[in-house]
């Protein structure tokens, strides 16, 4: 568990930190999803890692507050599987949108060569012919 473990500890922690979210469920309640710890029964607390403003002790007595206004204030308050969710969908679709492109791109590019090709190869076909009435 978290509170254990300090691999899972700095996993979380990490997590936390960098999609800027608390918890794991949940949008706009993610964090209470903490409350179902240790930590979060016994001391009514999140990690820090859930903190605006990160300091030791920032997450401490915070499901003694119950309104959700002040507590946005303090913390991250959507989980992270839904911040991850909504951030994948986003990049995923520019990421997609960019690939379409480039691929209409380079498809009439091709079809315009094999076009030039044909062209060429008809200008040679034609030339063979000229070629055979001087001699």
Not at 56 to 64: A, E, M, N, V, Y
Not at 74 to 96: D, F, P, S, W, Y
Not at 100 to 123: P, W
Request: proline share 1%; aromatic share 12%; net charge negative.
């Amino acid at each position: 568990s978290y509170e254990t473990n300090t691999w899972v500890q700095y996993k979380w922690d990490t997590i936390q930190r960098e999609f800027t979210c608390c918890g794991g469920y949940g949008y706009a309640q993610g964090y209470t999803d903490w409350k179902h710890t240790s930590m979060g029964g016994a001391r009514n607390s999140v990690p820090d890692s859930c903190c605006l403003y990160e300091t030791p002790g920032c997450g401490g007595d915070l499901f003694k507050i119950n309104d959700l206004r002040v507590i946005v204030l303090k913390i991250n308050v959507h989980g992270c599987l839904a911040v991850m969710q909504r951030r994948l969908e986003t990049h995923v679709t520019i990421i997609l949108m960019v690939f379409a492109g480039v691929g209409s791109v380079l498809a009439v590019v091709e079809l315009l060569a094999i076009v030039l090709a044909c062209c060429l190869a008809n200008s040679f076909s034609g030339q063979d012919d000229y070629d055979c009435d001087y001699e």
